[in-house]
């Protein structure tokens, strides 16, 4: 093992792998990233995210193009059989979520990547190897050996090999390859098949002056001889989805006639180039194991749902985003392997829920027997129509509430909006910086108990004390300016939130003994993966 090590491979250059090198990039660890293909992709798939990639992406440095053609749309309807508004899932959210961010925006993905992309290579300590096929995976007791084949484009837009292969070593290797994954085929780690395959033909397209402000919001119409949905994926580019019927000729579906004679209500030739015009199928399904030695699997590679809920994307950089903190610790000598265990367990749960959530979606909106489609709509229209579940929190691993104690908001996501902190204006991230962090209405700190203190100044822990009292806030105390923190602590009951790199919150606390239990929880847990 003379030759250069890496401290972690990345397989697969998607946005979820170049997502954990931008991470791992930007925490100054050596990482390389593999991806096959010479060029970027260069075309959408994920439309929509959440507010908690917008917070993550932020606290990366992205911004640039894939920013300012960003929309965050005030509306995403569902229409009935007669065209009917059934429901409006952005109905009464606030402006912006708990993570300080709307929580529902249209961008682009090929803007998202470049930016990702921009991250790898700012960072001294990444690599951003593109036309590099990973072909072969050995693992040791102490590092992993892969070997790529050198790939280039061919004059039919396909990859080919080169005859140049390379051998790249690393302590730990990230598969996030994708649905049809090599790394989870060479650790033999089979993806259950939850059911609920739907087929989908979609038209991408880009804006042109004649096609501005002809498609504004995101519509889902549920009828049953074809449903189908529109968006905008930005401020320059329209997506339509329409669903493959029992019926249909997909060959015919593939013609450009069809996909102009499709969007006609809404778009004349001239108004858009269409960019992408394909037919997917989409599937629900999970791998049971993420881990296998040094080698973890994240994204597509594990999980896969309907884009209906907009979090296929979202939970694959939830999954790099929860390894990024825990590879830091261990790379940095403070935390064993059996950290890694912990992954697994917080993350497939979560993911889980989300392909439930997103089939229950889907099913509803491609209902395409006419009796129950009208059904639906009378149970909608007549408000009988079960309350939107929210998204999943964290139940297992490194939160609180696992080690028995009864905290209802531990596994959820820590607040961060925009604040005053003596006299300067923004993100609290940006303010304070990200890490372990305190968020608390109360002075937590000052009577803290010195182990205690050291345990906290250890993880470099923030504390984010916000004033109770905007025109009363003492220096120090931060002025909550988009009423991020008052709603949190309010819904919560609680006065302090003790919160993961991550951003999920570890546990809370309504009295200064109580948080003195939260810490010493954390510390009891992480010293047992020590
Ligand atoms: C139509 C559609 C709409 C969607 N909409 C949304 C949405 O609105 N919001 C959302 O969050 N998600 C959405 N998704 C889901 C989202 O696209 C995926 O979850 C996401 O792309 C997964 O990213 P990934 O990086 O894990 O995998 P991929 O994007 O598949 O990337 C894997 C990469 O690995 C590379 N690779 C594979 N094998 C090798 C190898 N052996 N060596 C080197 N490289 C290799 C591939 O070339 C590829 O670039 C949508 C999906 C579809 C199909």
Redesign the pocket.
């Known amino acids: 093992m003379a030759e250069e090590i890496h401290s972690v491979l990345v ?7 170049l997502a954990m090198a931008a991470m791992l990039g930007k925490a100054r660890h050596k990482v390389a990233l ?4 010479p060029t970027r ?1 260069g075309l959408p ?5 959440d507010a908690e990639m917008m917070r993550i992406f932020h606290s990366l440095g992205m911004g640039g193009h894939w920013f300012d053609d960003m929309i965050y749309p005030r509306s995403y309807s569902w229409h009935g059989i007669n065209g009917e508004e059934l429901q409006d899932l952005r109905r009464g959210r606030p402006e912006v979520e708990v993570s300080g961010w709307p929580g529902f925006v249209l961008q682009y993905q090929p803007y998202l990547e470049d930016e990702l992309a921009k991250v790898v290579e700012s960072s001294p300590t990444a690599e951003l190897n593109r036309g590099w ?2 072909i072969e995976i050995r693992q040791h007791s102490d590092h992993l050996e892969l070997k790529a084949r050198e790939m280039k484009l061919t004059a039919a837009g396909e990859i080919a090999p080169t005859g140049a292969t390379r051998v790249a070593r690393g302590r730990f290797l990230v598969g ?4 049809n994954s ?1 790394v989870r085929s060479i650790v033999g780690q089979p993806i259950e098949d939850l059911g609920l395959t739907t087929r989908w033909f ?1 038209v991408d397209s880009r804006i042109n002056a004649a096609g501005r402000g002809k498609i504004t919001r995101v519509a889902q119409y549920c009828e049953p001889s074809r449903p189908y949905m529109c968006m905008p994926m930005g401020k320059s580019h329209y997506r339509f989805e329409f669903m493959v019927m029992p019926e249909d000729d997909e060959a015919e579906l593939l013609k450009p006639e069809t996909a102009w004679h499709f969007m006609e209500p809404w778009l004349r030739q001239g108004d858009v180039e269409i960019v992408r015009h394909m037919i ?1 199928s ?1 599937a629900c399904r999970l791998a049971g194991n993420w881990r296998h030695g040094r080698i973890l699997l994240a ?3 594990v999980h896969q749902m309907p ?1 209906k809920l ?5 939970s ?1 950089i939830r999954d790099v985003f929860n390894l990024a903190w825990k590879f830091d610790r261990i790379l940095n000598g403070k935390a064993g392997l059996s950290l890694l265990d912990t992954y697994t367990a917080e993350r497939l749960p979560h993911v889980r829920d989300l392909i439930e959530l997103s089939a229950h979606h889907t099913r509803l909106v491609c209902e395409i027997d006419p009796e129950r489609a009208r059904a639906r709509d009378e149970m909608y229209l007549a408000g009988r129509a079960p309350a939107l579940k929210p998204l999943p929190w964290l139940r297992d691993g490194i939160v609180y509430g696992s080690s028995g104690s009864a905290d209802r908001v531990a596994g959820r996501l820590g607040p961060q909006g925009r604040i005053s902190l003596n006299g300067v204006a923004g993100f609290a991230d940006d303010l304070m910086g990200t890490g372990w962090s305190v968020v608390t209405m109360k002075d937590v700190q000052t009577n803290l108990r010195a182990d205690r203190r050291i345990f906290l100044e250890s993880l470099q822990t923030r504390f984010l004390r916000i004033a109770r009292n905007a025109s009363k806030a003492g220096r120090g105390e931060a002025i909550d300016l988009d009423g991020v923190y008052g709603r949190f602590f309010g819904e919560a009951g609680v006065e302090s939130v003790l919160v993961r790199p991550d951003f999920y919150i570890f546990g809370s606390a309504g009295s200064a003994q109580e948080f003195d239990g939260v810490v010493d929880d954390l510390h009891h847990q992480l010293v047992e993966h020590q």
């Open positions: 397989v697969g250059g998607g946005p979820v792998g593999f991806e096959r293909w992709y798939r994920v439309g929509g995210i096929e990973v996030a390859d994708g649905a090599f979609h997917y989409v994204g597509d590679a884009p907009g979090q296929g994307m979202c694959g």
